[in-house]
Every structure is written in C-alpha cells, then in structure tokens.
C-alpha cells in the first residue's frame, strides 16, 4: 500500500511513453531541407527589414543551413521557376549585409566546393573582395581558387602577379 501511488506512476509514465512513440515507430528519416523559391529580390528584402537588415539577415543564413543540408546530398540547386537556390540566397543575403565576411565565404563554398561552378566561387570571392578590401582570408581564398582552379599561375602569370600585388597594397593600407 505504501508504494502503490509510485508504482501507478511510473505504470502511468510508461504507457504515456509508449503511446507517444507509436507515431515515431513507421516514421522515416528524412533530412530537413528548406524551399528557396520564396526568397524576395535583394531590393524587396532590404525594404521589408525594416531598418534592421543585419539581423534579417543572420536569420535567413541560419535558416539557409537545412537547405545546405540538403544540397549535400542532392547536389543541384536548381529551384521552381528555374533559378538557382543559393545565387537567390546569397544575393538577398548580401545585398542586406555586403560588409558581412563569412556570406562571401560560405557563398563560395556552396557554389564553388559543392557544386562545382568555380567561376560563381571567384565572382563571389572577388565581391567581397571589393566590399571588405582589407579582409585577407577573402583575398587568400581568392588566390587559392584562381591557382588551383583556373591555373593563373601558369596561364597568366603577369595577371596573377598583379592580382597578388592588388592584395599586398591592400594589406598594406590595413596596417596604415
């Protein structure tokens, strides 16, 4: 008599644990992923931020990892009406924050690493070249991509030795 209210209980507590798991039982795995063909046009999104365009766009980049997600396994971007995800993403996200470093990054990432399309990589690369001028990890990556991608170093070795000194006047100007 003692323990019956604990033995009750815990018979409660296991047929509710139960009853809640049946629904998980013929449940399949599915990765979260995101649809993309509602992002605004860059124009729109700055507008509809209300002032607040950094956070808006913190948001939807945390928000874009499931679509991320998804891209590493189905590897093509491709969206209703024809456009490409992450161009669509990354435009709205860096037309509401452009001075934002990791957005170039992560741009090029997706759509250089994953994807394979090297020549949206360095467009984004030399972006935020050009936005963020003293940021030298832009400008490394930028580098890197042009030598290991488009072989500069062999092919056009005096447009490479340009662009290296490009970066060693900017690098200069930031300690300045």
Same mark, same amino acid.
């Given at each position: 008599m003692k323990y019956l209210p604990v033995i009750l209980a815990?018979?409660?507590m296991a047929v509710l644990v139960s009853w809640n798991a049946l629904r998980f039982r013929a449940a399949q795995q599915t990765i979260r992923s995101k649809d993309l063909s509602f992002l605004p046009a860059p124009? =729109?999104? %700055? =507008?509809? @931020? /209300?002032?607040? @365009?950094?956070?808006?766009? %913190?948001? %939807? $980049?945390?928000? @874009? /990892? @499931?679509?991320f997600q998804l891209q590493l396994d189905r590897k093509n971007d491709t969206v209703a009406g024809g456009g490409r995800g992450f161009d669509q993403l990354y435009e709205t996200l860096i037309a509401l924050d452009p001075h934002f470093e990791p957005f170039y990054q992560h741009a090029a990432l997706a759509v250089g690493g994953l994807l394979g399309r090297h020549d949206c990589e360095l467009g984004y690369l030399l972006r935020g070249t050009q936005e963020i001028f003293v940021c030298?990890?832009? $400008? %490394?990556h930028a580098a890197a991509v042009l030598a290991a991608n488009f072989h500069w170093d062999e092919r056009q070795p005096a447009l490479m030795d340009l662009f290296l000194a490009t970066w060693a006047a900017n690098e200069s100007d930031a300690l300045q």
């Open positions: 815990m018979a409660l124009e =729109v999104a %700055r =507008v509809l @931020a /209300f002032g607040h @365009a950094n956070s808006v766009s %913190r948001l %939807r $980049w945390i928000d @874009a /990892f @499931a679509y030298t990890q832009l $400008w %490394r």
